[in-house]
């Protein structure tokens, strides 16, 4: 055999690996076509979701009239051309009115959800990390907080110090902080005893360092459906109380308070009382398929 010479085996092994070597490529971009894939009920909850998100940012610039003018004669009128959803018990149209809604429904419940996710999450990582005493003071007071009903302490801040849309946010961030606590602790206890946490107090790492470095970045899923979650419960919370009268005031009105101003209307099934409802419940469903999606993505990604 000639020195340069190249056995068959030797070519078939060399294949072999080549081909091992290509499948080592092609892998981490098969991971994130999986990553980055949905379902399809993922996918009309992001369709949804993306729907009302610029409704909250932009929907006023898209209202045909302004959301107090009372342009029709006639109460409670049916879908039309130039009403598309109706009018409602003082000849306001409806489609103008839910758009200037959109803002104080989707946008105040964003800020308080981000608000009690964030003040959640830094609590759960301060006592996961420090653990001893500070653990058990933050976790006490939690459970403490935790056992008021929602919609309780909610009534009694509003009976206390009057509806406002700062008072809203903030009561309905207190009230939701605690069961983000829960979860992002419970999350952060266990990656807390990961291998790599215990690397880096070995290197000497300081707190913060391990906190937002090691621990943070590897709960960042079950803390954002989580917020999804939360995004939902306050969006029910602030529309319960606007229905009540107790949400936020007129002229201006949020979804809530859109229903509870119409109700009158629902004996003969009016556009007025139906449209923010449907408005609601197409949220809220859109953000449960969008997180689903997130979940049932996650579980298969762990089966593999």
Aim: hydrophobic share 55%; charged share 15%.
């Amino acid at each position: 055999m000639k020195p340069n010479s190249i056995s068959p085996k030797a070519s078939i092994g060399s294949g072999k690996d080549n081909a091992l070597k290509q499948d080592g490529l092609n892998e981490p971009l098969r991971t994130r076509r999986r990553r980055l894939s949905l379902s399809v009920g993922g996918v009309i909850g992001l369709l949804i979701v993306t729907f009302w998100a610029l409704m909250a940012v932009a929907g006023p610039l898209f209202a045909p009239h302004d959301a107090n003018a009372m342009i029709s004669d006639g109460y409670f009128g049916p879908l039309s051309l130039e009403f598309p959803l109706g009018t409602d018990y003082l000849g306001r149209d409806i489609l103008s009115r839910l758009l200037h809604g959109a803002p104080f429904t989707i946008g105040v419940a964003l800020a308080a959800t981000a608000l009690a996710c964030t003040a959640g999450v830094v609590l759960a990582l301060v006592a996961a990390a420090s653990g001893g005493w500070v653990d058990a003071l933050i976790s006490r007071t939690q459970d403490a907080l935790i056992a008021i009903p929602n919609k309780i302490f909610a009534l009694l801040m509003v009976a206390s110090f009057g509806s406002s849309v700062p008072l809203l946010l903030l009561m309905a961030a207190f009230a939701y902080m605690p069961g983000s606590f829960r979860i992002a602790r419970a999350v952060a206890v266990n990656v807390m005893t990961m291998d790599f946490v215990q690397v880096a107090r070995t290197r000497g790492e300081a707190m913060p360092y391990i906190i937002f470095v090691e621990v943070l970045p590897n709960m960042l899923r079950p803390v954002m459906t989580d917020f999804g979650l939360r995004f939902v419960y306050v969006v029910l919370l602030l529309s319960a109380m606007s229905f009540l009268g107790l949400g936020v005031q007129p002229p201006d009105a949020d979804w809530g308070s859109l229903v509870r101003e119409n109700i009158e209307g629902l004996w003969a099934g009016a556009p007025a009382v139906l449209a923010p409802a449907v408005a609601i419940a197409t949220l809220t469903m859109g953000v449960n398929l969008l997180i689903d999606s997130f979940g049932g993505r996650s579980k298969r990604e762990m089966e593999k």
